[in-house]
């Protein structure tokens, strides 16, 4: 199994979910509004490099954890429509999951 972990803007966040919901077998996710820290935003207010401004734009946080035969499609739905054109577009990032084991054993 994989854990797949998307950063991205949220305005592209329905667009993803719809493409996502298209995929056969789409196990679902977790979606979470988070707060970014990324190297673009290194300019102050008046253009200058003097003074870096801090800013924490709002992201999209979205996991999912799928078998590895869901990998590929699912990174392409997320390419595919969660980007915008611009550089700061986000980041996917995937790893192998070792174990999961439900909240509530089955009864």
Same mark, same amino acid.
């Given at each position: 199994?994989?854990?797949?972990?998307?950063?991205?803007?949220?305005?592209?966040?329905?667009?993803?979910?719809?493409? $996502?919901?298209?995929?056969?077998?789409?196990?679902?996710?977790?979606?979470?509004?988070?707060?970014?820290?990324?190297?673009?935003?290194?300019?102050?207010?008046?253009?200058?490099?003097?003074?870096?401004?801090?800013?924490?734009? $709002?992201?999209?946080? $979205?996991?999912?954890?799928?078998?590895?035969? $869901?990998?590929?499609?699912?990174?392409?739905?997320?390419?595919?429509?969660?980007?915008?054109?611009?550089?700061?577009?986000?980041?996917?990032?995937?790893?192998?999951?070792?174990?999961?084991?439900?909240?509530?054993?089955?009864?």
């Amino acid at each position: 199994m994989k854990r797949i972990v998307a950063v991205f803007k949220p305005v592209m966040l329905d667009a993803v979910v719809f493409a $996502l919901h298209r995929i056969e077998n789409f196990p679902g996710g977790t979606v979470s509004e988070v707060q970014t820290i990324g190297t673009g935003g290194k300019r102050s207010a008046n253009g200058t490099d003097e003074e870096p401004t801090i800013g924490y734009p $709002l992201g999209i946080r $979205l996991e999912i954890v799928c078998g590895e035969d $869901l990998v590929e499609q699912v990174l392409a739905a997320i390419q595919d429509n969660a980007r915008t054109g611009r550089a700061d577009d986000g980041q996917v990032f995937v790893s192998a999951v070792e174990r999961v084991v439900p909240v509530s054993p089955p009864s």
